[in-house]
């Protein structure tokens, strides 16, 4: 193998996750065109995945966590959350303009307004899952994975500002992602009503 693609692989092994996550997704009538924003700004970066769009909520909860203990979790802590602040589903998520960041799994983002009812299950969920030392929470929706320069960052997320896209996200459920290796790999493995 040559050493360009003996980089490659281990570049791409880089960005290969291991866990579940918890992903608040839009609602079934608005996920095509959140889709179809992602698939077309993917396919005009071909080493990008496209990937289903999504909020994270928390990343990662271990692999050796039964999967009906994480929906009897996060059915809990969304019934917690829920008391506190009132339902996410109430009110829709508002995203801001598409911005360029700077990590692989945040490349082009629109960032989502941290409301109550959003930190309150944010909090819930760490809470419950007993995850500790994870980083400030940033709510985004993610619009394009990858490894780009800056400036093609900004020039995708002006491109996806052009296209145009909503901006009042409708929640109404999370659902659980087994996330092992690469964004294709990903697997829906569950859900739960907010």
Known sequence: MSSGAASSTALKADHNLSGYALWIVPSESQTPSYQSLISHLASLEPSSPSFNPHITLLHPIPLSTPLDEIHSTLRQAIDRASTKSGSMTDK???????????????????????????????????????????????????????????????????????????KEVEVKEVVIVRSVGSAEEWKTVGREKL
């Open 92 to 166: 829709p998520l508002t995203l801001g303009k598409a911005q360029s960041g700077e990590k692989y799994y945040q490349s082009v983002l629109a960032p989502v307004e941290p409301t109550p009812s959003l930190l309150a299950l944010r909090e819930e969920v760490q809470s419950a899952f007993r995850l500790t030392g994870l980083k400030e929470y940033f709510p985004h929706l993610s619009l394009l994975y990858g490894d780009l320069t800056k400036e093609r960052r900004d020039e995708l997320a002006l491109i996806a500002n052009e296209k145009g896209f909503e």
